[in-house]
């Protein structure tokens, strides 16, 4: 080895509890990070790892670890980094919730401070992480965090409040950032809240990453991939086993979201498959800068002992959230013991989705995001509004309801189009506000004989004849 390749070395890893080897064919410079005495994950490995990822940058380089457990807070990735994580490579996430600084970011629709998560790319492009490893973050610390606050918040009426006062770590983040790449067959386990956020984001691909959130215990909000105010996307080959939504486009909640004002757009989502949660995919509950452009495709939610899925297709959102979609195309999905595969509410969660202050509280000591959380929205800002839908080829079977759709009778979903729908459910459901809506060669299945139950909607056409409309207006 050269003189210039040992001073490299000794620069990456002194005094930190590793030991890194360089190779360095060109183009790229290789690191490799090797835990040495402190494989079973119990030593601090934040500071050798980002030496490491900080060295290669500037080359273009890899950073990848020597087989063990590494113990680490957060990691920031930087331009031109591949950060691989071989099989037998485990990297988990610390305990203290000082390992994660707090930096500007979005939770669930608000511009806030909050901490830092796992593994970051902000403000980068040009990244890769892959492999065949695992990334725990071993969360159910900060699943405690939110049960403990809830147990206090719910009683004074701030259910609303905990999702943003407990403060928990993600398990990645990808902010304001393009040309990234994440997936190769990684294992993304007990994340201590949503697990894949692509936020203010462009052109990342996500392609095989295996979600497992129910290790352990269910903790709340562990989404598994959230795409949040970002464009040109392309999800595939999920495998998604938590215990929040799967699959979720998000874009913004109430004034704070209307202040932002940026859509998610440009997204196709695809050839996945979805164990455990809320629906197979998700757009909302956040709406308010908008989706256009969506198409999902092959998603699959197969029968098990434990697997338990809510919806097929969920749209969610709230009268003070607003925001327009349009153009969202769904198709060729597979869902088995869904419960409702068709849903659709506009008045999501109440207790969550419209926050009030509690008499008597002191605007100057409340947390300062809690203003926009409760600041107003207009009837005329805050509805959403969807349009121009098309949902075909979906087979489900031992549904509980086919349908569970409302919105609000001044802003009625419109223009609809399902066909090659077949659905065996318990029950027929209902249809609510809604307008222009067709089905062509549809077949419901309907243990109970009920048919759908449509009220408050216009021009609703072509329901099969087991289940044709009642309360409709006739179209015209």
Not at 164 to 186: E, F, M
Not at 221 to 248: E, K, M, V, W
Not at 306 to 325: E, Q, W, Y
Not at 349 to 368: C, E, H, I, R
């Amino acid at each position: 080895m050269n003189h210039g390749s040992m001073r490299l070395r000794a620069a990456i890893f002194a005094g930190a509890m590793a030991i890194a080897t360089t190779a360095m064919a060109a183009p790229k410079t290789i690191l490799i990070v090797d835990c040495n005495a402190a494989c079973d994950g119990s030593t601090p490995m934040t500071d050798a790892i980002q030496k490491a990822i900080n060295m290669a940058a500037p080359k273009g380089g890899t950073v990848t670890f020597k087989p063990g457990t590494y113990l680490t807070g957060a990691l920031f990735l930087k331009s031109g980094v591949t950060f691989e994580i071989p099989e037998g490579v485990t990297i988990t996430g610390s305990q203290d919730i000082k390992d994660f600084p707090e930096l500007p970011t979005r939770i669930a629709g608000i511009e806030l401070t909050w901490p830092a998560a796992l593994i970051n790319v902000r403000d980068a492009h040009d990244v890769t992480i892959t492999g065949k490893g695992t990334i725990d973050e071993n969360g159910a610390v900060w699943w405690k965090v939110y049960a403990d606050l809830s147990k206090t918040y719910v009683a004074k009426g701030l259910r609303w409040a905990v999702d943003y006062d407990a403060k928990r770590v993600r398990l990645s983040l990808v902010q304001n950032s393009y040309n990234v790449h994440y997936g190769g067959g990684l294992t993304l386990k007990r994340s201590g809240f949503w697990t894949v956020q692509i936020l203010y984001s462009h052109d990342v691909t996500v392609d095989g990453l295996i979600i497992r959130n129910n290790e352990g215990g269910r903790g709340p909000s562990t989404d598994g991939i959230d795409i949040d105010s970002s464009h040109d996307i392309d999800i595939s080959h999920a495998d998604i086993d938590g215990n929040d939504d799967a699959l979720c486009l998000k874009s913004g909640r109430d004034s704070d979201g209307l202040r932002v004002n940026r859509p998610t757009y440009n997204v196709k989502i695809h050839d996945s498959i979805i164990h455990r949660g809320p629906a197979a995919i998700t757009i909302g509950s956040e709406t308010s800068g908008g989706f256009h452009n969506i198409e999902v495709w092959n998603l699959t939610v197969p029968a098990g002992p434990n697997n338990s899925v809510g919806n097929g297709v969920l749209f969610k959102s709230a009268h003070t959230r607003g925001g327009t979609a349009t153009d969202i195309r769904i198709h060729d999905l597979t869902l088995e013991n869904v419960a409702t595969p068709i849903s659709m509410t506009m008045n999501w969660n109440p207790s969550y989705s419209y926050a009030v202050l509690p008499p008597g509280t002191d605007s100057k000591t409340m947390p300062p995001y809690w203003v926009p959380l409760t600041t107003p929205v207009s009837d005329a800002q805050g509805r959403p509004h969807f349009s121009g839908v098309h949902i075909w080829n979906i087979k489900a079977t031992g549904a509980r309801r086919a349908f569970s759709v409302e919105a609000y009778k001044d802003a009625p979903l419109t223009d609809f189009k399902f066909d090659h729908l077949d659905i065996q459910a318990a029950s027929a459901g209902s249809i609510a506000d809604a307008k222009d809506w067709s089905f062509a060669d549809d077949k419901l299945t309907i243990a109970d004989g009920s048919v759908v139950r449509v009220t408050d909607s216009t021009n609703v056409t072509g329901l099969p004849a087991a289940s044709a409309a009642q309360g409709a207006t006739p179209a015209h």
